[in-house]
């Protein structure tokens, strides 16, 4: 085996057909160390000291190493954490470019790099080498032929948005082959990708499938870090959704799910965790990031460096700010457009990702290296609008570019239906794209992404089912999870017998949906929701890889219970009517002078200031005007009040009837007509809709 100098130029191990390029940064070491492992990767073969140092790159050629070998390294350097610098050669360290994992994470104190109950906590020093216990990087071959399948490309206005969880969406689902159940297949199962379209959804939204571990307070209680927002490697996909006797190949059979996707039409977008790493606080582990470079890759306290500045309350916070971390960023984002055809990115804590050393910054060099990056402009970007940090909340601040979980969607909409009146004229303002917040700078109404549920929170039978969190199951005493529920449980808490209490709860389900459907911006439904799915009151499921956080398909095929129709009803209804998912804000004269919202009284009269500030107002009703010439209007009701309310249908000269389209009163839809002016009842807790006529 013959070493050479091999070049800076990229990142990782990358092998050419005769050797394999090694390059790391680190901007303080003082010597790095490749280390080669048997394929089982339990015995070191040999330790190669990198020849070269560029600009901060350790770089080294090895000839005749070649795709499957297991590699790792040993950074050297000053173990001061009182000065920000954590290095420590006992630990082997993951490639942060590693395109594959080996072997998994087997716990001890070794992975620490001080000695694990010392008085002096982190700054003792721990000589024990972890490698055996370690995972491994592994160089692959990336020599193959790029497939160049035809994208969706989705419009934004078009996009419907399914979040999921790859394990959880098909573990439970009779009609997926029980070897795909679970994995990366069952996503583009027949069953499935039939399931999607019956929806009419256009987007699947994959909880993180970056390469990540399990902490260790959850492996000593028997669970698992479910939802996956514990990333160690940005550019591997993690193995444990593969099939079993394809898990040395987890990224093919993550392409090869995306391709099959986007056959049927259908997007990928991935949710994306780079605001912290699975190593923790000051107290965590040394796996990779800490040990190349801890100075560099983290938020270091400028007053003591020893400690993490933790905007994202998982005890350290990824700074982008420096020039080889955000190139990182970048370089992963790019890797899953340009290698795997992703459609776009969901960002997990955002607001970290931008910020500056004063705060968030709109024109931080993230959202700048966005904003001009070519590969990037192709696809969907939508941020989770916050962090714990100061001034964290920034949700409407995003530049136009992208769009942002807007949960103050949620919150009013949650509100309105669990009871509370005088909520019109938010309920208004959220229903019509949330131009409060999203109006200006040039940005349209698909800055908002609308929810009423996602991973993070109540199923939405549990919303109004439970009062109260019920997540013993977490091993936390309950202490975990928001307690943020404003729903209705109807009287009675958890599952109940009673037919009225549950016909309440899926009529009020089904005015969730109906508005999330009718609401301009983008739509997000939660993966299971139509099919009654509950947690059993769990909201923070994080680390239930078990039928707790598993969809529950059973209700499939129950009438009572099985949306899907009715939700694939509610999309349909988003397609005929295009001034729903319009780009244009509603209060935009079109040159004729003709309207885009009239907001009418009961008695079908434009709606004054005194009618807004109506006491305990709970009915709204308006017409969303035609879109285009010979387009319909469509006229939407919401009667969140306990009590049936009477009101009229508009009265407007160029169209003589309206044909109700939706009742969330019946899971069927009856058809019915009246006459322009007809006077009827919109019945209790109900959301009603028709389309204007000649």
Request: proline share 6%.
């Amino acid at each position: 085996m013959r070493l050479s100098a091999g070049s800076p130029s990229r990142l990782g191990a990358s092998w050419d057909g005769r050797g394999t390029n090694f390059a790391l940064f680190s901007a303080h070491a003082e010597k790095v160390e490749l280390c080669l492992f048997d394929a089982q990767g339990r015995r070191e073969l040999e330790r190669i000291e990198l020849p070269e140092r560029s600009e901060d790159i350790w770089h080294g050629y090895l000839n005749d190493v070649s795709p499957g070998q297991l590699y790792g390294y040993r950074v050297h350097g000053p173990y001061a954490p009182e000065c920000g610098h954590r290095f420590n050669p006992n630990k082997l360290l993951l490639d942060p470019y590693a395109r594959r994992l080996a072997g998994r994470l087997v716990w001890s104190d070794a992975h620490f790099g001080f000695r694990v109950g010392s008085p002096r906590e982190d700054l003792s020093f721990d000589r024990r080498d972890n490698s055996r216990g370690m995972l491994k990087a592994v160089v692959v071959d990336e020599t193959f032929v790029n497939r160049h399948e035809a994208r969706p490309n989705i419009p934004w206005e078009d996009t419907i948005i399914y979040e999921a969880h790859v394990r959880g969406l098909t573990q439970l689902r009779a009609d997926v082959p029980p070897q795909l159940r679970g994995t990366y297949g069952g996503l583009c199962s027949p069953a499935v990708i039939d399931h999607l379209k019956r929806l009419g959804v256009t987007t699947i939204e994959l909880l993180p499938i970056h390469a990540l571990i399990d902490d260790r307070v959850l492996v000593e209680k028997k669970l698992v870090n479910y939802w996956g927002y514990n990333s160690i490697g940005f550019f591997a996909a993690e193995p444990r959704y593969a099939q079993e006797n394809a898990r040395d190949n987890a990224l093919d059979s993550f392409r090869t799910a995306v391709a099959r996707l986007h056959d049927a039409g259908i997007e990928v977008m991935l949710d994306v965790v780079y605001n912290h790493t699975a190593e923790g606080n000051h107290l965590g582990p040394t796996l990779s990031f800490r040990g190349i470079d801890n100075a560099s890759y983290y938020w270091l306290k400028p007053e003591n460096p020893r400690y993490y500045d933790d905007f994202t309350g998982c005890g350290s916070s990824l700074n982008l700010t420096h020039p080889r971390v955000l190139q990182m960023v970048m370089d992963s984002l790019r890797y899953w457009v340009e290698v795997c055809h992703v459609d776009g990115f969901r960002f997990d804590l955002a607001t970290t990702l931008s910020r500056g050393p004063d705060g968030f910054d709109r024109h931080s060099g993230f959202l700048t290296a966005i904003r001009q990056d070519p590969v990037l402009a192709q696809v969907k970007l939508v941020a989770e609008p916050w962090d714990v940090g100061m001034g964290g909340y920034q949700v409407g601040a995003f530049p136009s570019q992208w769009s942002e979980w807007n949960d103050r969607y949620r919150s009013a909409m949650r509100r309105y239906w669990s009871g509370e009146g005088s909520l019109i004229g938010e309920v208004s303002r959220r229903m019509t794209a949330s131009s409060d917040l999203f109006r200006h700078d040039g940005r349209t109404p698909r800055g908002s992404v609308n929810h009423i549920t996602v991973h993070d929170g109540f199923t939405l039978a549990d919303l109004f089912s439970y009062n109260a969190k019920h997540n013993l199951a977490n091993g936390e005493d309950n202490r975990d999870g928001a307690n943020d529920n404003h729903s209705n449980n109807c009287g009675h808490e958890g599952p109940t017998g009673d037919p009225a209490i549950v016909a309440l709860r899926h009529q009020l389900r089904r005015n969730q949906l109906a508005c999330l459907l009718l609401a301009q911006g983008l739509p997000l439904l939660l993966a299971g929701d139509e099919a009654g799915n509950s947690q059993g009151g769990n909201n923070n499921a994080y680390c239930q890889d078990n039928e707790i956080g598993w969809v529950n398909w059973d209700n499939l095929g129950r009438e009572a219970e099985d949306f899907t129709d009715f939700i694939g009803h509610l999309t349909a209804l988003r397609r005929r009517f295009p001034q729903i998912r319009s780009h244009r804000w509603l209060d935009e004269r079109r040159a004729d002078g003709s309207y885009s919202v009239l907001w009418l009284t009961p008695a079908a009269e434009e709606m004054k200031e005194h009618d807004w500030n109506f006491p305990e107002g709970r009915f709204l009703s308006y017409v969303l005007g035609p879109a285009e010439p010979g387009g319909a209007p469509i006229f939407i009701v919401l009667n969140a009040a306990p009590a049936a309310i009477a009101f009229h249908l508009p009265r407007l000269p160029e169209y003589a009837r309206w044909q109700q389209v939706l009742s969330t009163a019946e899971l069927k839809q009856t058809p019915a007509e009246y006459a322009s002016g007809a006077g009827i009842e919109a019945p209790p807790r109900t959301v009603l809709a028709f389309a204007g006529s000649p």
